[in-house]
Structures are given as C-alpha cells and as structure tokens.
C-alpha cells in the first residue's frame, strides 16, 4: 500500500498542513481528498484508539492506498457531498477538515486519464472520477465558441482564449477531437513554440476545470464547512492556482465565496472564522527541489470561531 501511495501523489506541504489542524488525539478529522493517502496517513498517526477520519475521493484509483485501520471510513464520492454523507454515519460534528486540491501525479503520469499534454496518443479525457458521463474530447466536440471562450478565459486566464476558441470551432468542422495529438496539433497553428509550455498547461487546466466542475465544488464543499466544524475546530486548504486561492481565501476571511463583508448593527464584521494564517504558507526551497509539483502550492488555514470569539 505504501510504495503505491507514494508513487500515486507526494502530497505538498504534508507536515504544515496536517499541522494546521492542531489534531487532538481522541478527535474526528475529515481528509477531503484522499489520492495517495499522504494526509490520511500523516493525520492518523497522530490519532488515538478512539479517533475517527473520514476520507472522500471519487476516483476509484485511489482504493489500493487505503489504510487497514479500524479508526478510517472511506466514502468513495466527491466533496462536494461531505455533509450528506457524514450524517449518513452519524457524524454531525468535526474537529478538523483538510483538502489538497491539487492534481495527483497518478493522473498527470498516466497517459491513459488525459491530463497532460505530454502524451499526444491519449484520448482527451481529464474526468476525476471515471464514472462522470462528460470527457473533455466531448466538450471540445459539442460546446459552442461563446462558451468555449468563456472557459478559457476564466478558468484559463488565458489573453488569446477568443483564439483558441476560434480555433477550435473551424478544426472540428473537418475532424472531430479524440487525443491530445489532435488538441496539441490545433493549437500549435496559433500557438509560437516558445509558448507553447506557459499556454498548454492553461489550456489543460481550464478543460479539466470545467470537466470536473471543480469551482462549483470546491464552492459547495467550503460552505459546508461552517456548520461541519465544532468550535475551536480547523479548515486546512492546500489550492494550487489563483481560481482557487481567491475563493479560500475569501471563504476564510468573509464566511462566503464572495468575499463580501458582513456586518452586524453597530457595523462589526460577521465571520465565523479566526485566521491562522494570515498569508499563506509555500514550500521551501528544499521541498520544491524534491517534488517541483509542490511549486505552487499554497496552504491557507482558518478556526471556528467559539461563542467567546464573537
């Protein structure tokens, strides 16, 4: 289990974030995304007899690097039905919560999941659970050039998104996308080589955003959070791109993805968080030179607030 854990993901941030929870040992703890188990790992240890962790990961992949241990539920959907699911087992309350919500290295490694652009033979699927019924060889096949811009530019942020959406539309009127080689060779009419290795990346992470419709979930996971966690208890996040960040922080400082302040009658701020971290935290040097997946990572942590913080 623990040679295909570590080859599946190196969580980043893997001390600081577990950390972050400052766990106490008889507590309930939710780890929102599983993978390779690092975090699971790391917060179990850490645990006593009478613990409890939750795990969610939709991905069916990931079931070989469960942990045998008495004190671990697994739940095998998104996170974005986190609450549902914990009231299914009788859980009402959680002493702490974390999410890392980068993209494993098994699904950037394995050409067969369509994830990079280094495998110009795979088919163009990027679904985080394989069970999900849109690839995104389907969305590139069928979404008009409005929409298609649209991700691009937002989920992107890509300056030629109107381009590559123009692109994209005239390829697939002579022939219909299937691989990454037939994505790769489209762009590569518009695309200068020499940016090709800045422009790829966000091209794949804007269809795989959309694939998986991650900001909604993310957006619905966070919310849920605030009624989830006991007084005192702690949200950890580990977001690898700005889309993310921004709605985190936000989420931390506010209580919503908006970022809209709050007040009461006499114009004190509403939120149901402390910040921990009043900047987020990166890797080291040493970190990034052992695993440069970590490079953009940034961990963001906040506190329920308890009646006496209000």
């Not at 008495?70 to 959907?77: A, C, E, K, T």
């Not at 495998?119 to 019924?133: C, T, Y």
């Not at 290795?197 to 900001?215: D, G």
């Not at 702690?234 to 993805?257: P, W």
């Amino acid at each position: 289990m623990t040679d295909n854990a570590n080859v599946y993901h190196v969580p980043a941030l893997l001390n600081e974030s577990v950390d972050a929870l400052n766990i106490r040992d008889n507590g309930v703890y939710v780890d929102a995304t599983f993978g390779g188990g690092g975090h699971s790992r790391e917060i179990l240890a850490r645990l006593n007899s009478g613990a409890k962790l939750v795990a969610f990961d939709r991905d069916g992949d990931v079931l070989p690097n469960l942990p045998n241990d008495s004190r671990f539920l697994f739940v095998g959907n998104n996170f974005r039905f986190m609450q549902n699911f914990l009231r299914y087992h009788g859980i009402k309350k959680v002493d702490g919560i974390i999410a890392d919500l980068g993209v494993s290295s098994h699904h950037f490694d394995h050409c067969e999941r369509g994830f990079s652009f280094r495998f110009p033979e795979a088919p163009i699927d990027m679904r985080m659970g394989q069970q999900s019924a849109t690839m995104a060889s389907a969305l590139l096949n069928a979404a008009s050039q409005d929409k298609l811009q649209q991700i691009f530019c937002e989920y992107g942020e890509l300056k030629q998104a109107r381009k590559i959406a123009q692109t994209i539309v005239a390829a697939r009127a002579d022939k219909q996308f299937q691989t990454v080689g037939n994505l790769i060779d489209c762009l590569a009419r518009i695309i200068p080589r020499h940016e090709e290795n800045q422009t790829f990346p966000k091209v794949f992470q804007a269809l795989r955003i959309e694939v998986n419709r991650e900001m909604t979930a993310l957006k619905h996971f966070l919310e849920q959070t605030t009624a989830l966690l006991s007084p005192k208890g702690r949200l950890a996040v580990i977001s690898y791109h700005s889309l993310e960040d921004r709605m985190v922080k936000n989420f931390m400082k506010t209580g919503n993805t908006e970022g809209q302040t709050v007040k009461d009658f006499y114009g004190n701020e509403i939120t149901p968080f402390v910040l921990i971290t009043k900047k987020a935290i990166v890797p080291d040097d040493g970190e990034i030179r052992r695993n440069s997946r970590s490079r953009s990572a940034k961990l963001r942590t906040a506190e329920k607030k308890s009646c006496h913080d209000e």
